[in-house]
């Protein structure tokens, strides 16, 4: 009789936890596997814990700029660019909280210009749908998500399942096998030059103020963060062809003098820097690849001068896994 009672219950629980395993399963094999433009999540995760000298956090004006790998040869120092495109603050608060699970960096940067973002901007599905899962992508589904993408995050089969036609034995190991180190590290080389750049500078709209004070708000809990993990933080502007106007980037300096965040404007630095706009920019908000391998030379210089980072000690392989992506990025 006892028996009886509880077999019901029990093939009724073994039935979801079943169906829960397969629409997970089936959730990673359709879902593109992301390896670049942001949300590279698991290159990250296969990064050697404790490894990295500092993380790079922002938008596609990080992920596009920064090239860890020219920092390295240019520096020593490892790091990752964590960003997303038109990633908000609101999501790269969590962004960070998930990185800082396996990751103790001497340094967070980030790029500042999510500032003048809305509060949702058009990648969110990607941003927040390619995080592990966890608190901090559930964190980032609750507060930094629309909510009529909710249902998506939460069970990414409702974004996903058109795409079985598309399935291949080759895509399908390469969404379940796991994620080797990259040796872009969050980098994406873009080619080109914008043909209109010589009628540069361009001028960016701020948001209202009311969008500008909650983005503040995010950069405060980011800030707390790191001040809560003892890593030193860093917010930027990097120098774009899209400005903000001269205002609001000295409003953005009063308040993270307010917030007691160190804070550098670059906007306006780039002969500095050796960048010609009419060479090495991709598109406004933008470098090429030739004016990111420029500044993450001079970002080398900067991080171990004036930020005086020192590089840390690293595993014989992982030492030998990094001088073989310079190698390899010297030779394309």
Not at 106 to 130: D, K, M, P, W
Not at 236 to 241: A, D, E, I, Q, S
Not at 244 to 266: H, K, M, T, Y
């Amino acid at each position: 009789m006892r028996t009886s009672k509880w077999r019901e219950p029990a093939f009724a629980l073994l039935f979801l936890l079943l169906a829960g395993l397969m629409v997970g399963v089936l959730s990673l094999l359709f879902r593109p596997v992301r390896v670049d433009y942001g949300a590279v999540w698991g290159p990250y995760l296969a990064e050697p814990e404790d490894s990295l000298d500092y993380l790079y956090l922002g938008s596609s004006y990080a992920y596009c700029d920064v090239d860890p790998v020219e920092v390295y040869a240019r520096a020593g120092l490892t790091g990752y660019v964590l960003a997303g495109p038109e990633q908000t603050l609101s999501q790269t608060y969590w962004y960070l909280r998930e990185a800082l699970e396996t990751q103790s960096p001497s340094l967070v940067v980030l790029e500042g210009s999510a500032l003048a973002f809305q509060r949702y901007q058009s990648y969110t599905q990607v941003n927040v749908g390619y995080m592990p899962f966890g608190f901090n992508q559930l964190g980032a589904v609750f507060t930094a998500s629309e909510p009529e993408l909710r249902t998506g995050l939460l069970f990414p089969l409702y974004f996903y399942h058109g795409r079985w036609k598309e399935l291949t034995l080759s895509s399908a190991a390469d969404a379940l096998l796991p994620s080797g180190a990259d040796t872009l590290k969050g980098f994406t080389p873009v080619s080109g030059v914008f043909a209109q750049i010589a009628d540069g500078p361009f001028t960016r709209e701020a948001q209202p103020e009311e969008v500008y004070q909650e983005n503040l708000s995010w950069l405060g809990r980011i800030a707390a963060l790191c001040e809560e993990r003892e890593i030193p933080f860093l917010l930027v502007l990097h120098p774009t062809y899209s400005q903000l106007p001269a205002d609001a980037r000295s409003q953005i300096a009063a308040d993270a003098v307010a917030l007691g965040i160190p804070f550098l404007d670059w906007t306006e630095d780039s002969q500095a820097m050796g960048i010609v706009p009419t060479l090495h920019y991709y598109d406004p908000g933008h470098l090429n690849e030739e004016g990111a391998a420029l500044f993450s030379a001079w970002l080398g210089d900067f991080l171990t001068g004036e930020e005086g980072l020192v590089p840390r000690e690293q595993t014989a392989e992982n030492a030998a896994a990094w001088e073989s992506a310079v190698q390899t990025r010297s030779q394309t």
